[in-house]
């Protein structure tokens, strides 16, 4: 079936240490998104891709980084610089201006 | 920038009853797309129904339907005989006709269905 593949579902982190969320996608969408969520605050994005090797800044993206080597993958690493890392990431595709897909999310906290 | 407002962080429903979620959104865009998203506790993002802003014939869901006010900038949700099952978050989103970009979200609203 189609759809978006986030990994892993749990992810700890130490102070001072980088982690990646993984996200894949088979439904063969040009656009890709990662949004946060914090209780409260509804979803804020923090980077978007419309095209492979290229992608924007959102509303939050200090102390993230992404990249975009091919169209199925968009990778969020959480750096050492993001303060406050602890929240409920959700990863998105979409093949035009309509909807969002998303995929089931992966939860970080921080130790 | 467009900016999205559910006043409602909680509402709750009676089975079987019928409940309106509030949603207004601030753009001076002409053409866009506006959505009601839910998430359960399975945390799962699900389109729930959407509507095209050029069209003014309120979108329907079997028993989910919109009531869409675009001189008020008003994007209510309607649930009729409400079920257990829709108990969950809802989070009204906003997304411009003429930019691939990002969607804009509401910071959602709770709702809780009682037996």
């Known amino acids: 079936d189609g759809g978006i593949t986030q990994s892993p579902k749990y992810l700890f982190r130490k102070e001072g240490q980088n982690v990646t969320l993984s996200c894949e996608q088979n439904l063969n969408h040009d656009a890709m998104y990662w949004y946060r969520q914090d209780p409260g605050q509804g979803l804020r994005l923090i980077y978007y891709?419309?095209?492979?090797?290229?992608?924007q800044k959102g509303d939050i993206a200090e102390g993230y980084s992404v990249s975009r080597e091919k169209k199925e993958s968009f990778p969020l690493t959480v750096t050492s610089a993001q303060k406050n890392p602890t929240a409920f990431y959700l990863c998105?595709?979409?093949?035009?201006?309509?909807?969002?897909?998303f995929g089931e999310g992966s939860r970080l906290t921080v130790l | 920038a467009q900016t999205v407002t559910q006043s409602q962080p909680e509402m709750s429903v009676q089975e079987a009853e019928t409940v309106t979620l509030s949603c207004t959104y601030d753009t001076s865009e002409s053409d866009y797309y506006l959505f009601w998203y839910k998430q359960p506790p399975s945390r799962q993002m699900i389109l729930v129904i959407r509507?095209?802003?050029?069209?003014?014939q309120n979108a329907t869901e079997n028993r989910f339907s919109v009531n869409f006010q675009k001189a008020a900038k008003s994007f209510s949700l309607k649930i009729s005989d409400s079920q257990l099952g829709d108990a969950a978050m809802y989070f009204c989103?906003?997304?411009?006709?003429?930019?691939?970009?990002?969607?804009?979200f509401g910071a959602g609203t709770r709702l809780t269905v009682k037996p």
């Open positions: 989103a906003y997304r411009s006709a003429f930019y691939n970009n990002d969607m804009r």
């Open positions: 509507q095209e802003a050029y069209k003014q």
């Open positions: 891709s419309q095209i492979v090797n290229d992608f």
């Open positions: 998105a595709s979409s093949i035009s201006v309509a909807e969002l897909f």
